[in-house]
């Protein structure tokens, strides 16, 4: 069954864009401004999507300060509840595992 976090990451992608975790804060970017009904849909289910894209490890890296480390990329379809075989679902994943792995801003 796909939670509705699960679903409004899909629609965030559906439009181009992708949402990550910054501080406990939801980011999302977006070629083009997300239609309102989305955004407001996400900030309905903003604690609901904070809990899925949260890491529970965490590690330490000099001079960076502590933050997520980049999960695996073949844990991204199970923990979305992604089909690796279905493409729309593979580009989801790709853009989710780029968002998560960048970290911090410098």
Do not use: C, Y
């Not at 804060?25 to 900030?43: E, I, Y």
């Not at 844990?75 to 968002?99: C, N, S, T």
């Amino acid at each position: 069954m796909i939670t509705a976090a699960r679903q409004l990451l899909r629609d965030v992608a559906d439009h181009g864009g992708v949402v990550r975790l910054d501080a406990g804060n939801l980011r999302v970017g977006a070629p083009q401004p997300l239609p309102d009904d989305l955004r407001a849909r996400l900030r309905e289910h903003k604690a609901e999507i904070v809990g899925l894209l949260a890491e529970p490890a965490s590690v330490v890296v000099p001079g960076s300060g502590t933050f997520p480390p980049p999960p695996a990329f073949d844990a991204i379809f199970e923990e979305i509840g992604l089909d690796p075989m279905d493409a729309h679902d593979r580009l989801e994943a790709v853009r989710l595992w780029l968002a998560r792995s960048r970290g911090p801003p410098a």
